[in-house]
């Protein structure tokens, strides 16, 4: 069944095929975490093996590099919690917000749009543009949308 995103993939392999949107957002901010500093998918690549990668995500089994700090490990380990009702933040977004691993987050500023983005990230995704403009010579827009919408942070207030 299609649930018309990619939140059905952890339930599905449960034998849910529901979207309970809030609590697979926070297994898929586990997988996100996950990818960002290992730089891998947490449960293998799907191409190489659907099959093992889908009973790997039933079962929540992977593997976490040494080199992260505890705090990562604990976080990450908690997301990807396959029973729902015992996942970091199935209580509540502000058991993940308070979560150690994002000690001097501000949350007031980011749904405010007060903090800034750091200098070292736009610099570092202007340099990549630069470098890589040749690969996209066409111009690649997002679609339009309203901008009220996208700027309305109360997305962040149920996150």
Not at 109 to 118: A, F, H, L, M
Not at 128 to 148: F, K, M, R
């Amino acid at each position: 069944m299609s649930t018309g995103c990619f939140c059905w993939l952890a339930e599905g392999c449960s034998g849910k095929a529901h979207c309970t949107a809030r609590r697979e957002l926070r297994w898929s901010l586990g997988v996100l975490i996950y990818f960002l500093l290992q730089g891998e998918m947490p449960f293998g690549l799907w191409r190489q093996s659907e099959l093992d990668t889908f009973a790997k995500i039933a079962k929540g089994q992977f593997t976490l590099s040494q080199n992260l700090s505890p705090e990562a490990v604990d976080l990450i380990t908690k997301l990807l919690e396959v029973d729902e009702n015992v996942r970091l933040g199935s209580h509540g977004s502000d058991s993940v917000k308070n979560h150690p691993w994002f000690d001097g987050v501000d949350w007031k500023g980011i749904r405010d749009q007060s903090v800034p983005v750091p200098h070292e990230l736009t610099s570092r995704i202007a340099q990549h543009l630069e470098s890589h403009n040749e690969e996209c010579p066409v111009a690649v827009t997002s679609p339009t949308q309203d901008i009220a919408v996208l700027n309305d942070p109360e997305w962040l207030d149920e996150w």
